[in-house]
């Protein structure tokens, strides 16, 4: 018998997103994205996957259930969040006055989204979402009272498949036994991780 002892999750660290460049046709491009950008801002991230079952039965009995993930939604509460980019991420249109109009039919970009956990012990997971978009995002705000609270907001944010194979994240584990050993969190957050050989590259010797 082989006895585990896995670690536990300590806490989120930074996030990380960089825009997807379009194709000439302005559809999603996994080829081409932006500079990556980080933050450490970030207070917690629920996942929410959802995923749709469906149940085989053969001679008068079930047979397999095949599930496929749709889609997987992060509601990412910060204490803080760039304005360009969240407008960007909104589909605003900003003009060269500095005034921003929101609230009209856009189509708001994809963007790549990186996130850290980190667990007791040293351990680190890196997880890579490479085709995403904002769906919502909360902006409240409340008086001041005479001891400081936080005033967080939550951006929520839909990733979807980016391959043919159905994939919504690629990430590496410090506990798995395959994970890259010269792999660091820049190395893989210099940009977003979409195939094998995008992995390879940056934790290849010399990389």
């Known amino acids: 018998m082989q006895a585990k002892r896995p670690m536990i999750k300590e806490s989120v660290g930074a996030q990380y997103y960089a ?23 970030v207070k917690s991230i629920g996942t929410t996957e959802n995923a749709e079952s469906a149940t085989v039965k053969a001679s008068g009995k079930d047979y397999e259930t095949v599930s496929q993930s749709s889609n997987v939604e992060l509601a990412v509460e910060v204490v803080a969040f760039d304005p360009d980019d969240l407008a960007k991420m909104r589909g605003d249109t900003t003009r060269e006055s500095g005034l921003m109009s929101s609230g009209r039919n856009a189509k708001r970009p994809f963007f790549a989204y990186g996130k850290v956990v980190k667990k007791v012990g040293g351990g680190v997971r890196y997880d890579w979402y490479p085709k995403c978009q904002l769906v919502e995002n909360t902006d409240d705000i409340a008086t001041k009272e005479d001891s400081f609270s936080e005033q967080n907001d939550t951006v929520t944010i839909r990733c979807y498949a980016f391959n ?3 994939d919504i994240k690629n990430y590496v584990d410090s506990e798995s036994s395959n994970f890259p050993k ?18 390879t590259e940056i934790t290849s010797p010399g990389a």
Do not use: C, H, R
Request: charged content about 40%.
């Open 164 to 166: 043919d194979e159905g």
């Open 182 to 199: 010269a792999l660091t969190e820049e190395k893989f957050f210099t940009k977003p991780i979409v195939t094998e050989e995008d992995l």
């Open 19 to 41: 825009f997807n460049t379009p194709s000439e046709k302005g559809e999603f491009d996994p080829t081409k994205y932006e500079e990556t950008i980080k933050t450490e801002t």
